[in-house]
């Protein structure tokens, strides 16, 4: 089973596509790619709590995050880690993911969805999170 630093690793190498397509998106007129920050993030959820995660992630938090400048990359359930859920967003900058959080997490409606969906017990133990910036020798 893999776990911490050799799990974010094979996850790194998976995520080179993704990351690269998120990119091109946000190349300037003179076709330089614009240095992203991308935040990696586990969540471990408590037992029996990942279905819930998932549907508030799906029905709520994912647009949210668009609302506030968090792009969503990539979501994935590692296969040997039960209440996992591990996920790719992408900012401009540290600053602007400390304000897109900022905001987000102020956001009268998430405050609301956030409040119904833990109604029955919170439904996350754990979050890490790791931010990183692309190489120079990265394929994007």
């Known amino acids: 089973m893999l ?20 990119n091109i998106s946000q190349q300037s007129n003179a076709q330089q790619p614009a240095q992203m920050v ?15 995660l998932e549907n508030r992630f799906r029905n709520h938090t994912m647009a949210l995050f668009e609302k506030h400048g968090i792009i969503n990359v ?5 296969l040997e880690q039960p209440n996992t859920l591990i996920y790719l967003v992408a900012h401009p900058s540290e600053l602007e993911a400390a304000n897109n959080w900022r905001a987000f997490g102020a956001d009268p409606e998430w405050q609301a969805v956030y409040a119904q969906s833990i109604a029955e017990g919170r439904l996350v133990a754990n979050i890490q999170r790791v931010f990183m910036a692309t190489t120079d020798y990265s394929p994007q």
């Open 3 to 22: 776990k911490g630093p050799h799990l974010i690793s094979c996850l790194l190498i998976l995520l080179t596509p993704l990351v690269a397509s998120a």
């Open 38 to 52: 991308y935040e990696l993030r586990t969540y471990t959820s408590h037992p029996g709590k990942l279905e819930a």
């Open 74 to 78: 990539s979501y994935w359930k590692p």
